[in-house]
Antibody, heavy 116, light 107 residues
């Protein structure tokens, strides 16, 4: 069965950086697009980014473009989200998902809090 | 960017009733690439419908999706207690992919 386990969340000051990781198992990782979606506390869902299986096809939401970088290590079955120049409004639970169009598999999420 | 507007914001119904949720796009969603998710408090969202009308694995047939172009609908034919939750639509026809703001279905 598909398992996605996010880690790396925590408290960071505005302007700081954080790197999220997602450990994937139960499917052929290198064949799969992967996606990050976030949800601010008490708010709705926001699509953040996706990456193709070979890492060359990447797309970002306008709100994070130029600040966040999605990447992957297929040898480690791992997905990453490097978050720089963090803002208070980036505070959210970040979910890792398999796929980029149809999204049936969600991780449990990791909480990122940006606060001084 | 395609903006999705869901209505109503809150829908108050009773078990056994029929629920109709709307999702309107600011421009046409290509190939009807629209999904519906259900989210309960403290849980990750769950995929209900993809490609506007296809039910995801394990989703009961009381959930159905319809629509094309700019207007989409999620229908729950006979509400059960576990259906009261927040519902989101999402388009994946053009990047950046976007979500609606959600409809809360309450008793």
């Amino acid at each position: 069965q598909v398992q996605l386990v996010e880690s790396g969340g925590g408290l960071v000051k505005p302007g700081g950086s954080l790197r999220l990781s997602c450990a994937a198992s139960g499917f052929t990782f290198s064949d799969s697009y992967m996606t990050w979606i976030r949800q601010a506390p008490g708010k709705g869902l926001e699509w953040v980014s996706y990456i193709g299986g070979d890492g060359r096809d990447t797309h970002y939401a306008d709100s994070v473009k130029g600040r966040f970088t999605i990447s992957r290590d297929n040898a480690r079955n791992s997905l990453y989200l490097q978050m720089d120049s963090l803002r208070v409004e980036d505070t959210a639970i970040y979910y890792c998902l398999r796929g980029h169009m149809i999204l049936p598999n969600w991780g449990q999420g990791t909480l990122v809090t940006v606060s001084s | 960017e395609i903006v999705l507007t869901q209505s109503p914001g809150t829908l108050s119904l009773s078990p056994g009733e029929r629920a109709t949720l709307s999702c309107r796009a600011s421009q046409s969603v290509s190939n009807s690439y629209l999904a519906w998710f259900q989210q309960k408090p403290g849980q990750a969202p769950r995929l209900l419908i993809y490609d506007a009308s296809s039910r995801a694995t394990g989703i009961p047939d009381r959930f159905s999706g319809s629509g094309s172009g700019t207007d989409f609908t999620l229908t729950v034919s006979r509400l059960e207690a576990e259906d009261f939750a927040v519902y989101y639509c999402q388009q994946y026809g053009s990047s950046p992919y976007t979500f609606g703001q959600g409809t809360k279905l309450e008793v």
